[in-house]
C-alpha cells in the first residue's frame, strides 16, 4: 500500500509535534514554514519529510493540506498571497485550517478554494503544546461530513476527541468559546493562588486540593504547579490569547451576545502584554494578580 502524502504549512510550537505524530502514524509529509530552519529539523529527523519552498509548492505536491498558523492575516497569506495554495488548488484538493481565527476569514477561504473545486475544513484545536505532543488534542470540526470523514484518519492521529461541530466556521466558533473558558479559568486560578498564598497557604497545598474537588480544571491540572513555580515556558503564548479573545468578543458583537467576563480577562491578558509578557505562556496572568496584591506566590521550601 502506498504511504499517504499530506502538506503541512507552519510548525510552530504546535505544529512541529502534530507533524511528528503524523509520520509516526505512517504519513509522508510535505512541509513549508515562514522560518526554513524548522523545516530542515523536521526533514533531517525523519525520510518521511518533504521540503517545500512555497504553499503553492506543498499544494502541487500533495491533495491534503493541513495549515497550522498563527493568526487570520498568516492563513490569507498562505492562501491568497504570492505563491499561495490557491494558485495549484483544484479538483480533489482538501485545506484542513487548524489555526485559531476569525469565523469570517473560515468561511472566505472555504468559499474561495471551493470556486476552484477543492473543499476546506475549520478544525481548530485545543489541548496546547502538551496536547500536540502527546497527540491527544481536542479538534473541532466545521465543514461538510463527507471532508471530515476524509480527514479523520489524520485527526485521529492528532487528537483525541473529534467533534464535528457543524458547518464551513463552526469550529472557530467553538474555538472561540474554548478561548473564553480557559482564560477565565486563568483568572480564577490566579485570584485563588494569590489569595491562599498571601493568607499563608502554601500553594502547592491548594492546587492539591482544589484539584480533588468541583474546581478542579485541566488548567489547574496542568499550569497549576507551573505558576507557582513561575514558570512561564510558552505552550500558548499571551499575544495569541488576547487574538484570541478579540475573536470571541467581535463574534459576541455580531451575534448579540453580552460577553461581559471574557471582556474583562482580555483586559486583564492586554495589561499583561503590554507590560512585556506578550511571549510568555498564558498562565503568566498570574503576574498581574500578583502585582495587584503586591504578594508573589511562592512555594513552602
Do not use: W
Not at 490566579?190 to 480544571?217: C, F, M, R, W, Y
Amino acid at each position: 500500500m502506498m504511504t499517504e502524502r499530506i502538506g503541512f504549512i507552519g510548525l510552530g510550537i504546535m505544529g512541529k509535534p502534530m507533524v511528528r505524530n503524523l509520520v509516526k502514524a505512517g504519513f509522508e509529509v510535505v512541509a513549508h514554514s515562514r522560518t526554513r530552519a524548522s523545516v530542515d529539523e523536521m526533514v533531517a529527523e525523519s525520510a518521511a519529510m518533504i521540503a517545500a519552498d512555497s504553499p503553492r509548492a506543498v499544494a502541487e505536491q500533495t491533495k491534503t493540506i493541513i495549515t497550522m498558523l498563527p493568526d487570520s492575516s498568516d492563513v490569507r497569506d498562505v492562501v491568497f498571497g504570492d505563491n499561495g495554495l490557491i494558485g495549484a488548488m483544484g479538483a480533489g484538493h482538501l485545506l484542513i485550517d487548524m489555526s485559531t481565527i476569525a469565523p469570517a476569514t473560515a468561511i472566505e477561504v472555504a468559499e474561495a478554494v471551493k470556486v476552484k473545486g477543492a473543499a476546506a475544513l475549520d478544525a481548530p484545536v485545543s489541548g496546547g503544546d502538551k496536547g500536540a505532543i502527546a497527540g491527544t488534542l481536542s479538534i473541532m470540526v466545521g465543514g461538510e461530513a463527507s471532508d471530515v470523514e476524509r480527514a479523520m484518519p489524520l485527526f485521529e492521529a492528532m487528537g483525541k476527541t473529534i467533534v464535528h461541530v457543524g458547518g464551513v466556521g463552526a469550529g472557530q466558533i467553538v474555538k472561540a468559546c474554548n478561548q473564553v473558558v480557559v482564560a477565565l479559568n486563568y483568572a480564577a486560578v490566579s485570584e485563588a493562588l494569590v489569595l491562599g498564598s498571601k493568607a499563608g497557604v502554601d500553594p502547592t497545598k491548594i492546587v492539591q486540593v482544589l484539584g480533588g474537588g468541583l474546581a478542579n480544571s485541566r488548567v489547574l491540572e496542568m499550569r497549576g504547579p507551573t505558576m507557582i513555580e513561575h514558570n512561564f515556558e510558552p505552550g500558548f503564548r499571551v499575544n495569541l490569547h488576547r487574538k484570541d479573545l478579540a475573536i470571541a468578543l467581535f463574534t459576541g458583537r455580531e451575534t448579540g451576545v453580552p460577553l461581559p467576563m471574557t471582556s474583562l480577562v482580555s483586559q486583564f491578558y492586554d495589561a499583561v502584554g503590554v507590560a512585556g509578557g506578550g511571549e510568555l505562556d498564558h498562565s503568566a496572568l498570574l503576574t498581574l494578580f500578583e502585582e495587584m496584591a503586591n504578594h508573589t506566590v511562592a512555594a513552602e521550601s
